[in-house]
């Protein structure tokens, strides 16, 4: 069974690592450009009411807009995936969607917070389970483990409209289902894989096709099969979203733009800038600071353990993970990381070892989209 299981996600990623992609990586260039930031006006869409300016449609998108219903993200074939994604990004926030996933086995309708050093957190909804929604999250870009990925159960999430809450700050990440927190994940300080997002994200919309005829079979697995489009068209409707751009969370007043000051792509490497002046938070470094080439370290000058992970369940009726750092040998360093990355799931959202393995690497398609 083990093996089988590792067979699909190993499929899984290998689509996934196809589809990474971002127009300049922070972690990885000097001359990236500043992002443009919400600011701290909270922004509320009705898509009732039509198209917003907010977002750029992606190549290929075009969207009907319901008095009732909202946008109408429709997929009538397995080359289809509308998407849309906001102009501006996030510095830790909170937004607030309501949708109403689209139906179908094999495809998916998708949340998405994604940084250009991809990081990034997600809410996914199969369109063959009426029970349930996936939660995901990843540190820039890494796919090398299939280990984040959660499951929560919602009422119907296919004919039913809810509300579904990303609240992000710099030090925890909630994912929340109408008003109720459904898994919680502290920011510990530890990095690789299990690192917590903490760069500024845009916001994507969408639905795709995971069930395609030509997709790696772990993806269609996990989909719950290929897509049957006798019965399409499959729309997904996004009603409304309000978000609120934390800029930072140290205390800014206003932000016009978002400036990575290293190569790190830690939170306190980021600066807050507005009007062309950068905050002068005690929490932020310098924007003087050099270039860090150590943020990922070569296989020649690091060595990191293997992650270890265990669950309990604790007398509230959550379930406890800790996955234990892993310890890294940098140069003639050495340093051993004690931190731990806790995270709480209601106890009917842990995931089992098989769906959420196979759901990472499909889970993360959607975010590495181009638009």
Known sequence: MLSKIFTTVALAASLVSAQTFTECDPTKRDDCPNRKAIG???????????????????????????????????????KQAPTIGSKEYMFFGQVDVTVRAARGVGVVTSFVLQSDDLDEIDWEWLGGDATQVQTNFFSKGCTETYDRGGFSPVADPVNQFHTYTIKWTKDQLDWIIDGAVVRTLKNTGIDGCAGYPQSPMQIKLGTWVAGRKDAPQGTIDWAGGITDFTDAPFDGYYQSLRIQDYMGGNGAKEATEYHYTDRSGSW???KVVNNGEESDSDETTSSTRKPSSTSKPSSSATTLTTLSSSASL????????????????????QQSATETATET???????????????????????????
């Open 40 to 78: 701290s006006k909270p922004v509320d869409i009705d898509f009732r009411k039509g198209a917003s300016s907010f977002f750029k449609n992606a190549d290929g998108t075009t969207l009907k807009y319901d008095d009732n219903l909202g946008a109408v993200f429709s997929i009538s074939n397995d």
């Open 314 to 333: 604790t007398s509230n009726g959550t379930v406890t993970q800790t996955t234990a750092a892993p310890t890294q040998t940098d140069g003639d360093d």
């Open 268 to 270: 306190q490497s980021i």
């Open 345 to 371: 799931m209601s106890t009917a959202a842990a995931p089992s070892m098989a769906g959420n393995m196979a759901a990472v690497g499909a889970a993360a398609l959607f975010g590495y989209l181009v638009l």
